[in-house]
């Protein structure tokens, strides 16, 4: 059984969460630079079986586009591209970083940790693993 690799994607910093083996529990991975971000997930797949990467798509309130959206897109072609084999979903990533500060923040984390911003990346992918998980537990995908 794979695992389920969900990327927050930044033009700096991309967050990376992953499912265990049985795909119950979703946890924060890592944060890497966006540049190394193909190399990262290269080296990871030789030592995990992924199923599918679940990409976080930055849209508007009103479903729009934000500014951030071509870049995430122009990085899901190179993310089919280079692994062909692996499904690519899209899923909703509206409030991830406001979710992923209140955590930190009801979690106790230091004001240290909250101004990490790569803290706050592989929170936000975590929790858009989360919600893509629970998305398909409810049958809404």
């Not at 265990?20 to 193909?38: F, G, M, Y």
């Not at 409030?95 to 240290?112: H, N, P, R, V």
Request: aromatic share 6%; net charge neutral.
């Amino acid at each position: 059984m794979g695992r389920i690799v969900a990327i927050d994607y930044g033009t700096k910093r991309v967050g990376i969460a992953t499912t265990d083996p049985l795909k119950i529990i979703a946890s924060a991975l890592e944060t890497v630079h966006s540049k190394d971000i193909i190399t990262f997930l290269t080296q990871y797949l030789t030592k995990e079986e992924v199923e599918a990467f679940v990409v976080g798509m930055p849209v508007r309130l009103d479903g729009t586009d934000t500014d951030n959206t071509p870049h995430v897109k122009g990085f899901v072609k190179l993310l089919k591209k280079t692994f062909p084999e692996i499904p690519v979903h899209l899923h909703d990533e509206r409030f991830t970083s406001a979710i992923a500060l209140q955590t930190m923040l009801d979690m106790g984390s230091s004001k240290k940790d909250r101004k990490e911003k790569g803290n706050i990346d592989k929170l936000s992918a975590t929790i858009i693993l989360q919600s893509y998980m629970e998305s398909l537990s409810h049958g809404t995908f």
